[in-house]
């Protein structure tokens, strides 16, 4: 059965420097899309970043990147330059594209931006 | 436009009594989720609708949990005989397709069973 864990409930972070959120997940399947999704205190879950694992290049949005090791299965969350408005909670997820509709989020990493 | 709507924002019920939690999702969008965020835990699938096809209903936790999507566009998950763990914040989600496009959330539905 595919997991997504996140080995780190809370992380803390000086505003303006780098933090990486860690995410590993367990699969047979080759086709997948892997997901970091942000929730803030409002609660409404937004969509940070997204990659396919076929797709060898790591994707960028702005200050978030990932390093995405598809053979150690390990995506983790780079935040570069992190503002006090990055502070919430970081959910990892993943999705199958081969048979029966799979969508798996991790527990969720807690981020604290310090002024 | 209009993001994903959800009502009501909270609901506090008795034990034993029925829940309907709406969700209102993105004009256009053919795919629509249901999750369950239980306190200091991640999202738990629920239910999936992809257009017309059959819903996946695999993540449901028991027969008291049912969902329809009218129209292909509103959707309500109902909870009957609510019992004091299903008190968590239920999310909805759209997206344009499928489940590997990027899904918009709404608001949650907090739900305390007493």
């Known amino acids: 059965a595919q997991t997504v864990t996140q080995s780190q409930p809370e992380m803390s972070v000086q505003e303006a420097e780098t933090v990486t959120l860690s995410c590993t997940y367990d699969t047979s399947e080759s086709d997948y899309y892997l997901f970091w999704y942000k929730q803030p205190p409002s609660r409404q879950m937004i969509l940070v970043i997204r990659?396919?694992?076929?797709?060898?290049q790591n994707a960028t949005e702005n200050r978030f990147s990932v390093n995405f090791q598809k053979a150690a299965k390990s995506f983790s969350l780079k935040i570069s330059d992190s503002q006090l408005g990055d502070a919430a909670m970081y959910f990892c997820a993943y999705v199958t594209t081969s048979g029966t509709y799979k969508y798996i989020f991790g527990t969720g990493t807690r981020l604290k931006v310090l002024a | 436009g209009a993001g994903v709507s959800q009502s009501p924002s909270n609901k506090v019920t008795e034990k034993g009594k029925d829940v309907e939690l709406r969700c209102d999702p993105i004009s256009g969008h053919t795919a629509l989720y249901w999750y369950r965020q239980s306190l200091g835990q991640g999202l738990e699938f629920l239910i999936y609708f992809q257009g017309n096809s059959a819903p996946d209903k695999s993540g449901l936790p028991s027969d008291r949990f049912s969902a329809e999507r009218t129209g292909g566009s509103v959707s309500t998950l109902t909870i009957q005989r609510t019992q004091q763990e299903d008190s968590a914040v239920y999310l909805c989600a759209s997206s344009i397709q499928g489940a590997t496009d990027t899904q918009y959330f709404g608001p949650g539905t907090r739900l305390t069973v007493l």
């Open positions: 990659q396919e694992a076929y797709k060898q």
